[in-house]
């Protein structure tokens, strides 16, 4: 389409794609038969909607395969037929905005949010809902997000030196794929709840006449 290449892959009928996972090779030499050699370079699909990363509760493990997720298809419903409940944006002007600036897990990983369900919504998307009122008693009315979008938490060689334990990458300002809401942000482990989660909170947030800002940055990545 115009400048954009693409691949349309013709599904038999009632084949359902969700959870299949895929990667584009890089120019690969092939082999007698025309296939890619093994060992061809892969790479992420960077308009991919989904990945196979982990979630919440996998913050910075470093147990198992270094972090090298493959792009997997969500389910469509999470993409197409979400839920907006007639919600609309505030459309509020940027004259009249007070902004406030914070981090999605930062803003309730905390036990002093006292999250309802902290145990299982700490640092989540989900979580963040429970601290509308919280913006709204500052009169806060449009949230500047620090990035949402998937990352390597796990990208960080250095230890606390007061105990040894493993630090992480928090900020995000190392993104993976602009187009997925980052996986460990997600309080559901299956396939798009990311997604389901993302959208979920930022139409809590205009529902309560909050505008919700995304901080991108690409010259970090």
């Avoid at 145990?119 to 997000?145: C, R, S, W």
């Amino acid at each position: 389409n115009g400048d954009t290449w693409h691949v349309q892959l013709i599904l038999p009928s009632g084949f359902d794609p969700k959870g299949v996972k895929y990667m584009w090779i890089l120019d690969p030499k092939l082999d007698h038969n025309g296939m890619p050699q093994a060992g061809s370079m892969r790479l992420l699909d960077p308009c991919a909607k989904c990945l196979d990363s982990r979630y919440a509760k996998d913050w910075n493990k470093r147990d198992g395969p270094r972090y090298s997720p493959m792009a997997v298809i969500p389910d469509r419903r999470a993409i197409y037929d979400f839920d907006w409940q007639g919600v609309q944006p505030p459309g509020k002007h940027l004259k009249d905005l007070v902004i406030y600036e914070t981090h999605v897990r930062g803003m309730t990983r905390n036990p002093d949010s006292k999250l309802d369900d902290w145990d299982q919504t700490a640092g989540t998307f989900l979580g963040f809902i429970q601290k509308i009122p919280h913006l709204l008693e500052m009169g806060i009315n449009a949230v500047e997000l620090l990035p949402v979008y998937e990352f390597d938490e796990t990208a960080c060689p250095r230890r606390n030196p007061e105990n040894g334990e493993q630090l992480c990458h928090f900020w995000g300002y190392s993104t993976v794929n602009f187009f997925v809401p980052m996986q460990r942000f997600s309080s559901r482990d299956r396939i798009g709840a990311a997604i389901v989660g993302f959208k979920t909170m930022v139409r809590e947030l205009h529902r309560r006449g909050i505008e919700v800002i995304l901080d991108v940055v690409f010259n970090h990545t």
